[in-house]
């Protein structure tokens, strides 16, 4: 306010000397442009002196409560409210006792003095202080009811503090759901009064709740919308921690060049401002970006910058985030006994404060590390921690992303309500108004509101009806994924737990002593098939289940299916080779195809190990292709037992699990077939199989030939 103030006294006076150009000459207008300039002094002293005033007393903390009454400042009501509330802001995150006493003596001198926004203040310094303190009902009681005093008194600013304040309740409960409502509700109101600074603010909280639950392009045009408002501004703290959140987000999206560039926009920033737990973000982050680009070094280097910076605080998230990454840099380093240190610090601190992406992160790692040290029971239980809490929080981020949509849409049609009912009353005002006028005027009027607001109800019955379209969509995509969990765990339960139960009995004999060497010998030749068919059950379960419940990319590319079929005979030739089978590619050499690589290798690896598991000593397997007009055709015929029509029918269903038994009792679910079929139509193709009982099966599947039209 001051630099106008000052522009307004400069044109005053710049105003006197140019009237006295043009009055004219006489003694009694000399005297009155004398008159006119004493007025503009007594003016500007009128003005200066307030503001020096004002200036140095509300925000100027070196004083005591005491020394305000006793230098008389406290006469001034708005400099001690300005005061007090001014303390509160700084003490309330450290000492909210102390916050909360000063909001009483707020409400106190308001009462005393009739001031309705002493009173409204010292509510909202109670009611942070006390969610700040502990979430309880009496806290939301109290941030209520400041809310209501504040928005019955027209405190715009205080009602938005409020607004906040339930925000932060709900947060730290972990509603994300109710905190996206309260956010929404006073970004609209910010930018209803424009204010521009709790618009920021709003605006900034929302992209912050949305990436929490991961809905990342969301979150970014909440955090380009903070950019845009700030990037008119000095460049400040608030603009370098956006950029920090921006390249958060960007690191989880995997765009790591993106992180990378975000963060060095915060570190600019950064070297005239010194804020340690931005700066700790950033080295965390660019510590992540090396260590996915394998640059170790650069990693460690980044990691224990930010490891020292954290010394002395609290900060139980970033400790975690660091030494993950530092037990992920020795792991790669192949120093396991260090991994193992830091990863057990990271999960034990996870647990304290019951951190649980560090906690879901910290399992994997320590289960990795453990593998790598050979110790396969500890690795299998940080895998079972690992994966009950992967569920858990799958199921939760789901049902809150869900909650946060409904919350949205709720927000946008109570808003819709709202300029409904803003137009109706609109419209009865000109209904009113033109009553006076005459009756024609009534009439169009009448016609006027009518057909409108039917266009508006139509307009918002159709929003409504996408909405519930919306929801049933979402709720058939959550059945299904509960369905394909159901499965999942049936077949681990059905196929997985019977060999792993066995091989855990003939260990427990080893140790006891009751198994000879020679029927160790005996059972030996048994104990690796049935391994190997557990390993190749796992690896088609977990391939199966990433389809069902992530997706799978496919990304078509040039292939020579020839090579693929020598590498997985030449893979699969020894288990062939222990039942006297003849493995025989009759590929050409040139057979090209434009399909994912890694989906077709696996599809051939599934139809040869059905083929070799099924076919009897000294049989035969074939594989080649029939090349069509713009498809080719492959084949995996053997020699094999066959199987009934009943059989053929229902054997690449999803909702059907057999288990089968080979020609030497080697154990399968079928589980392959379903990957082969998700892998082939996802390549544009189609699989089928002709069987008889007794003469052998054959397995066709199409895929695209290789053409310079597939590059288009």
């Known amino acids: 306010m001051q630099p106008k103030v000052f522009e307004g006294l400069w044109y005053m006076y710049r105003l006197q000397f140019s009237l006295q150009e043009f009055l004219p000459k006489p003694l ?35 004083y005591s409560d005491d020394e305000l009454v006793k230098n008389n400042l406290s006469k001034s009501s708005e400099a001690y409210i300005a005061y007090l509330s001014k303390k509160a802001k700084l003490v309330v995150r450290d000492d909210p006792t102390t916050a909360y006493h000063i909001g009483e003596k707020l409400i106190a001198f308001g009462e005393s003095n009739s001031i309705e926004q002493s009173i409204a203040k010292g509510k909202q310094i109670i009611a942070r202080a006390s969610m700040l303190k502990v979430v309880n009902d009496k806290s939301f009681k109290l941030a209520r009811e400041a809310l209501e005093y504040a928005k019955k008194i027209g405190a715009d600013s205080v009602y938005l503090d409020c607004i906040n304040i339930l925000g932060i309740g709900h947060l730290r409960k ?18 209803t009064i424009g204010n521009w600074e709790k618009r920021l603010k709003f605006t900034t909280n929302a992209g912050v709740i949305l990436s929490i639950i991961k809905e990342y392009d969301k979150a970014l045009m909440y955090f380009d919308k903070s950019l845009e408002l700030l990037l008119t501004q000095p460049e400040n703290l608030h603009l370098a921690q956006i950029y920090m959140n921006k390249a958060d987000l960007y690191y989880n999206q995997k765009k790591y060049d993106f992180a990378k560039k975000e963060v060095l926009n915060s570190f600019k920033i950064l070297e005239n401002i010194d804020d340690k737990l931005t700066k700790t973000e950033g080295y965390i982050i660019l510590g992540k970006v090396n260590l996915e680009h394998k640059n170790l070094e650069s990693a460690q280097n980044y990691f224990t910058k930010a490891l020292k910076l954290l010394e002395g605080r609290e900060d139980t998230k970033r400790i975690v985030e660091t030494n993950l990454g530092l037990a992920k840099v020795q792991l790669l380093s192949q120093n396991y006994a260090e991994a193992k240190d830091f990863g057990f610090l990271a999960l034990e601190l996870a647990n304290k404060s019951n951190y649980n992406n560090g906690k879901l992160e910290a399992s994997l790692l320590m289960h990795k590390i453990n593998t790598a040290l050979d110790d396969f029971k500890e690795a299998n239980n940080y895998l079972v921690s690992y994966t009950k809490l992967s569920d858990s929080l799958e199921v939760a981020t789901s049902e809150t992303k869900l909650k946060v949509s409904l919350a949205e849409m709720n927000f946008k049609n109570t808003e819709q309500t709202i300029r409904l009912e ?11 108004l033109y009553t006076t006028i005459t009756l024609l005027l009534i009439l169009l009027n009448i016609t006027f509101f ?22 049933e969509e979402r709720s058939k995509v959550l059945h299904q994924s509960n369905e394909n969990k159901t499965k999942l765990f049936s077949i681990i339960s059905h196929d997985l737990k019977g060999p792993m139960n066995s091989f855990k009995d003939l260990v427990s004999m080893i140790n006891r002593g009751k198994l000879s060497k020679d029927d160790l010998l005996h059972f030996a030749p048994k104990f690796e098939n049935s391994l190997d068919g557990l390993l190749f059950t796992l690896n088609n379960l977990l391939t ?31 288990i062939a080779n222990k039942k006297s089978i003849e493995l025989m590619n009759e590929f050409g050499e040139d057979e ?33 292709c029939n090349a069509q007009d713009k498809m080719l055709e492959i084949y995996v015929k053997d020699s094999g037992v066959g199987m009934s029509r009943d059989v053929q029918k229902h054997i690449f269903e999803n909702d059907t699990n057999f288990t089968t038994y080979g020609t030497k009792g080697e154990k399968g679910t079928g589980l392959g077939l379903m990957v082969c079929k998700e892998m082939v139509e996802n390549n544009g193709g189609e699989i ?25």
């Open 28 to 62: 009694v207008m000399k005297y009155l442009f004398t008159f006119f300039r004493m007025l503009f002094y007594l003016f500007a002293i009128f003005l200066l002196f307030p503001l020096q005033i004002v200036a140095n007393s509300p925000f100027d903390l070196k």
């Open 174 to 191: 972990k509603e994300f759901h109710k905190v996206f409502e309260y956010n929404q509700l006073g970004l609209n109101h910010a930018l």
């Open 422 to 432: 803003s137009n109706r009353n609109l419209k009865r005002q000109k209904y009113i």
């Open 450 to 471: 009518v057909v409108h607001n039917e266009k508006q109800q139509k307009s918002l019955n159709k929003e409504l009806h996408l909405s519930k379209v919306e929801l």
């Open 544 to 574: 199966w289940g990433k389809t069902q419940m992530d997706g799978i990319k496919t990304i078509p590319a040039k292939i020579n299916m020839g090579e693929i079929v020598n590498a997985n005979i030449s893979l699969l030739s020894e």
């Open 592 to 624: 090209l195809a434009w399909a994912d690589k890694d989906q077709v290798d696996i599809v051939l690896r599934n139809l040869l190990s059905n083929a070799i598991k099924f076919t009897p000593i000294n049989g035969t397997i074939n594989v080649g």
């Open 688 to 712: 089928s199989v002709d069987s008889q009982e007794g003469s052998g099966s054959c397995f066709y599947f199409t895929i695209p030939k290789y053409c310079n039209q597939n590059l288009s």
